[in-house]
């Protein structure tokens, strides 16, 4: 089950429940791979008329690799397939959210604000 407090999100497809995750590593890889920050390659998701399809694939693949290490570019294609592409860009924005949260959604209820932070 995908836990947002890690920056998880969670679908069903192909019979299974999948977790994404873009963690560390997946950040790393995914910059390792497109020779840019992992961010300036999630805005080319935005101009459908460019967009490359496997770069979504790719990039939905290191969001995969944390939680299953098993998939391999060929399956992660498969469940783009069953998921839907019209679905895989919302569930990479969510999970590039839950990794990169705003100052607010940070902070915890019962938790003391960081003085420093509300400066």
């Not at 977790?19 to 950040?27: F, V």
């Not at 805005?43 to 969001?63: H, K, N, Y």
């Not at 705003?102 to 902070?107: A, C, F, I, M, Q």
Request: proline share 6%.
């Amino acid at each position: 089950m995908a836990n947002r407090q890690k920056g998880e999100t969670g679908f069903d497809a192909l019979g299974q429940t999948w977790t994404l995750r873009y963690g560390t590593n997946a950040l790393c890889e995914i910059e390792d791979l497109f020779g840019r920050s992992a961010l300036d390659v999630a805005r080319d998701f935005e101009d459908e008329t460019t967009v490359r399809i496997r770069s979504i694939r790719d990039f939905f693949l290191c969001g995969l690799k944390d939680h299953h290490p098993d998939v391999d570019a060929a399956k992660a294609g498969e469940i783009i397939d069953a998921l839907g592409l019209d679905r895989v860009g919302p569930k990479i924005g969510e999970a590039l959210a839950l990794a990169f949260p705003s100052p607010e959604d940070t902070h915890m209820p019962g938790k003391p604000l960081d003085p420093a932070a509300t400066v």
